[in-house]
């Protein structure tokens, strides 16, 4: 007998995005989801980020990893609220961590959430963790073709940011061809070009902050 | 494993249709999944079968219609194929293109007794 499901496949994950959402928009708060590959500068940003905005506006963080609170204990100088999650071996975060995490986050002191998720350009692009925006990162190091190798993200991303720019120099990185890919892919995404290390371009990355 | 992920979720779904129905044995799951996932069609097959050892899904076939990438240019209203992921319309040059296929994630049927 054929029975007819028409689901889905991702719908039970879909829907607690769905009910992240809707407490996000109630509560008044921004969500922007950081994904990159493992070393990118997902961390160094949001210190970078933090250290910009400090008491400006009201920015909480949530730090997904496999292991360790290495990257909570780096934020949580700036005396934002961190909560880390530990996956344990899960490669990237999903909507029902983020469900818990909300849960354990003051959400009328806030106005501004960034995700940390787990170093992974591929799984975290298909799961929806009700955020308001996905932002990509790549660094010089990984290469001039990480958008096209990784469509899916760079597609979805609502800005993409190449790190490690003054690395430039000392690899076989092509800015043309790396433009080009994300002109491909993405073609009205902002692109942000920066360096964490030497404060290259961040000041673009924070007018986008700002005005999201 | 990507692919196992979402093995995981499909076997979820398809378990509770399953005890819905009260099915004792599927012998088919039918797919559709767009190619925006880039997920691998082997890799795909080997988790399933790693996953279904000692379930009512054992030996059961993994039925795939694999969908191509197609957008909509919303600029123009021009329709093509989306070749090597280049979202940009090749009648006027936007880059405002809709994905109108190759994102689709849907367990459609099963078939069991």
């Known amino acids: ?20 959402r809707k407490l996000l928009s109630d509560k008044g708060i921004t969500m922007i989801n950081l994904i990159s590959a493992p070393g990118s500068g997902k961390t160094s ?10 008491s400006m506006r009201k920015i909480g963080i949530i730090e997904g990893d496999v292991a360790t609170d290495h990257d909570a204990r780096r934020l949580a100088i700036f005396r934002t609220p961190v909560l880390q999650i530990n996956t344990e071996g899960g490669c990237h975060l999903d909507s029902h961590s983020i469900d818990k995490a909300l849960q354990n986050l003051d ?10 998720n787990v170093g ?13 925006h996905k932002v990509a990162i790549v660094s010089v190091p990984e290469g001039d073709d990480k958008p096209v190798k990784y469509p899916l993200l760079f597609r979805q991303a609502s800005a993409i940011i ?8 000392y690899t076989d990185f092509r800015m043309d061809r790396f433009r080009s890919y994300i002109r491909d892919l993405n073609g009205s995404v902002p692109l942000f070009e920066i360096s964490c290390s030497t404060g290259s371009g961040l000041e673009y990355w924070f007018e986008w902050v700002k005005q999201v | 494993m990507h692919e196992l992920t979402f093995i995981e979720n499909i076997l979820r779904a398809c378990t509770e249709a399953s005890q819905q129905n009260h099915l004792k044995k599927v012998t088919r799951i039918s797919l559709e999944i767009g190619k925006m996932y880039q997920l691998v069609p082997d890799l795909l097959h080997f988790a399933f079968k790693t996953a279904v050892t000692g379930t009512l899904f054992e030996g059961a076939t993994l039925d795939i219609e694999w969908k191509s990438l197609t957008g ?5 209203g021009h329709s093509f194929t989306i070749e090597e992921f280049v979202f940009i319309c090749p ?5 405002n293109i809709k994905l109108v296929s190759g994102k689709e994630l849907l367990i459609k049927s099963i078939e069991g007794n």
């Open chain 1, 107 to 116: 959400l009328g002191s806030l106005d501004l959430i960034f995700v940390e």
């Open chain 1, 1 to 20: 007998m054929e029975i007819k499901i028409m689901k889905n496949v991702l719908d039970r994950n879909q829907d607690k995005a769905n009910d992240n």
């Open chain 1, 162 to 169: 190449l790190n490690k720019t003054d690395l430039i120099p």
């Open chain 1, 120 to 132: 992974n350009l591929v799984c975290p692009a298909a799961f929806d963790l009700g955020e308001n």
């Open chain 2, 91 to 95: 009648e006027c040059g936007s880059f």
């Open chain 1, 45 to 54: 940003l949001l210190e970078k980020t933090l250290d910009h905005f400090g």
């Open chain 2, 72 to 76: 909509e240019c919303t600029g123009c």
